[in-house]
């Protein structure tokens, strides 16, 4: 994700909509039912290109009780609440 992890957590509440979630540190729990989501990152160095800095957070995706719909399902509104800029 191209955010720093106070950004990222300003956008998670819209992004996961009615499911219910649970921060740890830099980890969040998801109820996505029938299932769950769990979400664990770290913030990276940035990139750099030129002399444009863009934050780097590495974000790790880990479903679980979801079928293959479900779990595209949630993530086309994650994807476009988390989408910023051009694109």
Not at 59 to 86: E, H, I, P
Request: glycine share 12%.
């Amino acid at each position: 994700m191209g955010c720093t992890e106070a950004e990222w957590l300003g956008w998670l509440p819209a992004a996961v909509g009615a499911c219910v979630w649970r921060r740890e540190g830099a980890h969040a729990v998801i109820e996505v039912p029938p299932g769950r989501l769990a979400l664990r990152w770290t913030q990276q160095p940035p990139r750099v290109i030129a002399l444009m800095r863009m934050p780097v957070l590495r974000v790790n995706f880990a479903f679980s009780g979801l079928d293959a719909g479900q779990r595209y399902a949630f993530m086309k509104r994650f994807d476009l609440y988390m989408q910023r800029g051009g694109g």
